[in-house]
């Protein structure tokens, strides 16, 4: 028996993130969207790339929850971008209203699932699908680590000019504004960064990072990125299917580590067969500390705001 993975959303993530996994060739994907036709459309177009591709999965479309059962992953990036005039808070309660629906769904059509959690605002969305699923916490992860360290890694490949293959890069904290790159930790084949190049070369890397999503919505206007976002659900999909047990950064639900409790925030975690084997507890500097709080603050206001939801 094949692995499932459903993909609720299919908009520029969810689609992408379809055909990431797809192409890996190790589960069947269920592409989710409420628009119909929109699911249906992008799977068979996708299938028909199956014969040129080489991939062997099946991708099926649809605007129900009937075939996400016996998903071993649901990705979750069904959700509305903000648009002009809406703050963030009306965000915030719309993809929760979203988000509350679509764990319902999931929690009656696939049980025995894991949840990674996509849509934005990302920590608060994941802790309000642990929530209303009912599930237990390793079950459901958020993504956005894979996606700063990624970035991270890429700007630092092409300031040194070097693979990206190579580079270490760990990025903490809630995923926005309040993210904490954590240069201490970053090497290149084993070589801390800070040997490579200046400290002010590696803090304003940190800060191209931090906006790293923002510096893409200016270019395209109308969306945000959606290549590197799918790529990295895509590799926390393969880590899990394929048991590899690999450190990934992930939003996960820490009940006391790092002096948080309560809260879905991203940290390294183990991930495994069964989502997250454990979180990895690093001994932070005073100073690291203080931003991994400060944006801890920040999730858990939002956290407060949609109370009802919960
Ligand atoms: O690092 C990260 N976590 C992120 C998060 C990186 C990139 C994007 N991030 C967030 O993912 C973004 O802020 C959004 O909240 C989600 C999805 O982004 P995407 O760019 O894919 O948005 P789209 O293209 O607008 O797609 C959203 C789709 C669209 O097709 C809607 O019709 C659908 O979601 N949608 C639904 N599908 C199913 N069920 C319901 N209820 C639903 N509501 C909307």
């Known amino acids: ?124 969305m994941a802790y309000l699908a642990w929530k209303k699923s009912g599930f237990s916490h390793n079950k459901v992860i958020g993504m956005a680590g894979v ?8 700007f630092i490949s092409k300031e040194l000019s070097i693979s990206s293959k190579d580079i270490q890069a760990l990025v903490l904290g809630g995923h926005g504004d309040s993210m904490v790159p954590l240069s201490r930790f970053c090497t ?5 960064i800070t040997k490579l190049m200046s400290e002010e070369k590696v803090n304003e890397l940190n800060e191209r990072t931090k906006n790293a999503g923002a510096e893409i919505v200016e270019f395209l206007k109308t969306g945000s990125a959606y290549y590197s976002p799918a790529a990295s659900v895509a590799e926390m999909v393969e880590t899990i299917l394929k048991s590899t047990k690999r450190i990934l950064p992930c939003g996960a639900y820490l009940s006391g580590e790092y002096g948080l409790k309560d809260i879905y925030i991203g940290v390294p975690v183990v991930l495994g067969p069964l989502g997250i084997d454990r ?32």
Do not use: W
């Open 1 to 124: 028996m094949r692995k499932k993975v459903s993909i609720i959303g299919a908009g520029n993530v969810g689609a992408t993130t379809a055909l990431y996994i797809s192409e890996l060739d190790i589960a069947d994907v269920v592409l989710v969207d409420v628009v119909d036709g929109i699911a249906k459309g992008k799977a068979l177009d996708f299938m028909e790339s199956s014969p040129v591709r080489g991939f062997h999965v099946n991708i099926t479309g649809i605007s129900g929850y009937d075939e996400i059962a016996n998903s071993d992953i649901v990705v979750v990036t069904a959700g509305l971008a903000r648009k002009p005039g809406m703050t963030r808070e009306d965000l915030l309660f719309r993809n929760a209203e979203i988000i509350a629906g679509i764990t319902d769904q999931i929690k009656r059509k696939a049980p025995n699932c894991i949840i990674i959690m996509v849509t934005n605002p990302l920590d608060v």
């Open 147 to 154: 996606l700063d360290s990624a970035r991270l890694k890429y």
């Open 188 to 192: 290149v084949s084993g070589i801390p």
């Open 279 to 310: 979180v990895i507890e690093l001994e932070l500097t005073k100073e690291e500390l203080n931003s991994l709080n400060s944006s801890a603050e920040t999730i858990l206001k939002s956290i407060k705001l949609i109370d009802t939801v919960i």
